[in-house]
């Protein structure tokens, strides 16, 4: 079945230092949208890209959606300790119905 | 706060047990999502309806049942419960149920069987 895998699992950093998680689709994605869930919190919406190749930015946050459309990347710039938590991208197919497949998360833990 | 409910948020029960979990969506979403979330593990998408329909499944047990009433609120029903069900439960909710929708999640329930 469809498989979206993020690398690395886990990601310690200095407060300052920069951090990058990659999402890698087994399939070609139609779209794909990445969500932080801080610890103890649910999920929240960050962003979606659907073109091909498409880079979006928010502030220190950078997302591309590769040529192929089945990989993605988060980058973050000098890392803040608010940006503490679980990234995950969510991979939506449509083929017939669709359904995001999340993908398995990066943790990222930020030290002051 | 996504305006999305969630009821209980905390749940411990028996194995063999059925509990429901309630779900009321953000106010002028039609679709539900119910994710289950293990002891740090990913999101796995258990199932999705549209206006009272159901529009997706993806890895939800036999033993597990949901669903979405007039109202748009949905609940999840999971019966003959193993220790293995433990874990956050969520419900998201959008505004149409297409790929492009945003899904605002609720805060979740917390499951334990012992």
């Not at chain 1, 946050?61 to 459309?69: I, P, R, V």
């Not at chain 2, 994710?35 to 597990?64: M, P, T």
Request: aromatic share 12%; charged share 15%.
């Amino acid at each position: 079945g469809q498989q979206v895998m993020q690398i690395p699992q886990y990601q310690h950093v200095q407060e300052g230092e920069d951090f990058t998680t990659y999402c890698n689709s087994s399939t070609t994605l139609s779209n794909i949208q990445w969500y932080k869930q801080r610890p103890g919190g649910h999920p929240v919406f960050l962003i979606q890209l659907v073109k091909s190749g498409e880079v979006k930015k928010q502030k220190r946050l950078t997302f591309q959606f590769g040529e192929a459309k089945k990989n993605s990347s988060l980058h973050i710039t000098a890392t803040q300790t608010t940006d503490v938590g679980t990234y995950f991208c969510a991979g939506c197919r449509t083929s017939g119905t669709y359904k995001y497949i999340f993908g398995t998360g990066t943790r990222l833990k930020v030290l002051a | 706060d996504s305006g999305v409910t969630q009821t209980p948020k905390h749940l411990i029960t028996a194995t063999g047990q059925r509990v429901t979990l309630r779900c009321s969506p953000r106010s002028g979403d039609l679709s539900v999502y119910w994710y289950q979330q293990s002891l740090d593990q990913g999101l796995q998408f258990l199932i999705q309806y549209y206006n009272g329909e159901e529009r997706a499944k993806g890895n939800i047990l036999e033993r597990f049942s949901a669903q979405q009433f007039p109202d748009l609120h949905s609940e999840l029903n999971l019966s003959s419960l193993e220790l293995g069900d433990s874990a956050l439960y969520f419900c998201a909710s959008s505004v149409e149920g297409g790929p492009t929708d945003t899904q605002y999640f609720g805060p979740g329930t917390r499951l334990t069987v012992l």
